[in-house]
């Protein structure tokens, strides 16, 4: 008998002793060096994740969210503008949007990885669609295939909010080097998790890469001359430099990640606790179609290399989730709800005026998504306690 007793969502402790050793050591080596603000170890991060990622140009900034933002200054996006994101996702995607002074426009998600559905571009793109903002949700990439040639026929930018989803790939290539920029989140729940704050914006164009460098630092070039207004989103040395110890570990953690969700796809699937996952995500029925005059080739390749930020399980729908989420927390395991409400039904963007039902696909999954504990450091007897408490309370009621 299993001797596990709790279960946490997430625990930033368990980090192997060599790794909090080295760690400490590299602290150690930048309060040393009296250089704290970007500088040689931001630089040297930068160009490994630019490697890493498989872009061009990479700057380490101050957040994931401030990397939207930037991105979307970089455009010179503001009042007038509209930029279409999909509703389900995290605030940050359509604050930024918001902070700019644009119309967020949202769009539904997909019923399967519930990334943003392509097929409802064609009904939100207008003259004033400055950007098209796909998030790769829990460590999946949205369909970029499908997302890149809309933009494309239409000259309209991509800003890819890659937050959750450092390391993923799909049929058009890595999260964070498909589109104009990559937006990407160190925030300590992130696969590349830092210890506090930071993100990084990447690009494959040179004049955006400087203008992005300018706009890092209040817009200044040269310094103390400022031809534009940017801010301070700049990224410490410290994180970049605790973070360059992570980065090669960054695939070894996410192939746990994905052991650890083949292990509850299996055992919930069998049980009948629905996944939402990529492997179920390919067929028309799953609304993973898309069809555009025959430009993109069927069936569109929804399914990615998940990095699983997030496990994410649809309650089934004749039980009630708060319920649910009680059990598991009577058995001491930790889960989350990501996220509550579409962006559409926040209260800070109740003058869009989207009504219940805008979005069904989203507000079904608002409903009824419950996160599990994922993390790479949980043991085998873990992930069967909290498979089997899930699948008891879901067959108990
Ligand atoms: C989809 C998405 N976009 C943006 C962000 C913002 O990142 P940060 O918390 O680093 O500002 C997050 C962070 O959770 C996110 O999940």
């Known amino acids: 008998m299993s001797d596990v007793a709790a279960v946490p969502l997430l625990d930033l402790r368990r980090a192997p002793a060599d790794e909090i050793q080295a760690l400490q050591s590299v602290a150690a080596r930048v309060i040393e060096s009296g250089a704290f603000i970007l500088g040689p170890e931001v630089e040297a991060f930068e160009k490994e994740c630019a490697d890493y990622i498989g872009a061009p140009f990479s700057l380490g900034v101050s957040s994931g969210t401030d990397a939207l933002l930037l991105a979307l200054m970089a455009l010179e996006i503001g009042p007038g503008d509209e930029v279409v994101c999909p509703t389900f996702t995290f605030f940050a995607s359509g604050g930024a949007v918001w902070r700019v002074g644009a119309k967020p426009v949202f769009v539904d998600s997909r019923p399967c990885c519930y990334n943003l559905d392509p097929a409802s571009l064609d009904t939100v793109l207008g003259s004033r669609t400055r950007a098209i903002m796909p998030v790769h949700l829990f460590g999946q990439c949205a369909d970029m295939t499908a997302v890149q040639a809309i933009a494309a026929d239409r000259g309209i930018p991509v800003i890819e909010d890659a937050a959750q989803a450092i390391g993923a790939r799909c049929a058009a290539g890595a999260a964070g080097a498909i589109g104009l920029m990559g937006c990407v989140s160190f925030y300590p729940t992130k696969n590349l998790s830092g210890f506090g704050d930071s993100g990084l914006i990447t690009t494959g164009d040179p004049q955006l890469r400087t203008r992005l460098d300018s706009l890092r630092v209040h817009g200044w070039g040269p310094k103390y001359y400022h031809a534009r207004v940017g801010g301070n989103f700049r990224m410490d040395a410290l994180q970049a430099a605790l973070l360059r110890l992570r980065l090669p570990r960054l695939d070894e953690l996410a ?23 990529p492997s179920v995500c390919r067929g028309e029925a799953d609304g993973g179609t898309l069809d555009l005059d025959g430009k993109i080739g069927l069936p569109a390749q929804c399914a990615s290399d998940h990095t699983y930020n997030q496990f994410v399980i649809r309650v089934p729908e004749h039980l009630d989730r708060d319920r649910f989420r009680a059990g598991l927390a009577e058995r001491n395991i930790g889960t989350e709800i990501y996220y509550p409400l579409g962006l ?10 989207h009504r219940p039902g805008d979005f069904p696909v989203a507000e079904s999954a608002a409903a009824s998504c419950l996160a599990l504990p994922i993390f790479p450091g949980l043991t085998g007897a873990e992930l069967g306690y909290v498979a089997e408490a899930v699948i008891e309370i879901a067959q108990r009621a």
């Open 344 to 353: 559409h039904q926040q209260e800070c963007f109740a003058s869009l005026g």
């Open 255 to 277: 192939a746990r990640r994905r052991a650890n969700a083949a292990f509850y796809t299996e055992v919930l699937t069998g049980a009948g606790v629905a996944v939402v996952q």
